[in-house]
């Protein structure tokens, strides 16, 4: 089998490839697995290291808006597992040009690339952002989409395109929306490395709002899972949510990291709202538990754990990162 994983140098993209040539996603043994991945500054050779010297890897630098590199990397494969993205919400309100060209028009190209090239599958990594916000209860699948950010209007733009292809021609599409992921490789502009990486060099943290905002913690590993039942066991033209079964206020989160790190409440300065701020996400995750088998397996506390300890350990990382 030959996959085809876009953006699979930036953080859940690279974790999938890692898992995906270690033997880790039961089902997937690729014999042969490209990374196209323009490279932008979330995407990150060092997050492929560990598996560079296999040789079922070919990394492709390249962009998913450009039809001929995709042509070209769509003949012979597979399955397409789609993460490429422009991801980060605070960027799209700054300013959304990237996000519709990447998000949008990427997809779209991507997504005729795979039907004139005959793929077998393709999985759209979508997010849970593309539902809004809801006060109370989970969202399941069929709920009506109601992006607030221009990320997550870019997000459902390109969900919607996929849903269109499946049901215009008949393109094994299968979509999955996901709540917030954390774990190593993750860009130390996300809440979680930022505030982790400040927070152990004694600097401060901003916490927007009045930190009351609740997101669904998804540990990468789970979340790759997930994907890869859906991309072996899930059905045509679906949509599956996914989960991680932990809600959390931003302040709870901060309290974690805080008591993980050592530090108290002196260490959070309190910053103006982010505009649109989304108050609260929560996927009902039913239809992949009960039809797929799926279970969100790393616990907030062992998860965060980790993910600080990795951290901690790989400085060489994330500093010339934060020093842009
Ligand atoms: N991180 C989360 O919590 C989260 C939650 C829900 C959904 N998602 C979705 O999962 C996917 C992966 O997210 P992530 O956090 O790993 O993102 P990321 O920003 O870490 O990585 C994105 C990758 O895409 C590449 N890329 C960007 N534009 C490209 C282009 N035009 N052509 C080719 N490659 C391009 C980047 O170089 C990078 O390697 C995205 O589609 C995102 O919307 C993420």
Redesign the pocket.
Known sequence: MRVLV?????????NFVRRALTGWLPGLDPDELVV?????Y???PANLDPVAADPRLRVVR????DPAVVKQEMAGTDLVV???????VDRSIAGAAEFV???VV?TQTLLQGALEAGVDRFVH?????VYGSIDEGSWPEEHPLAPNSPYAAS?ASSDLIARAFHTTHGLDVRITR?????GPH??PE?VIPLFVTNLVDGEQVPLYGDGLNVRDWLHVDDHCAGIALVATRGRAGEVYNIGGGTELTNRELTTRLLGITGRDWSAVRPVADRLAHDRRYSVDITKISTELGYAPRVGIEEGLRDTVRWYLDNRAWWEPLKRG
Do not use: P, R
Request: charged share 15%; hydrophobic share 30%; proline share 0%.
């Open positions: 876009t953006g699979g140098a930036g953080f859940i993209g690279s196209l991945d323009k490279f932008t979330a995407g990150n390249g962009d998913i808006c789609h993460f490429a993205a422009e991801s980060h060209m990447t998000n990427g990594v979508s997010t849970d952002e997000k996901c709540s917030n992921n954390y993750q860009f996300k």
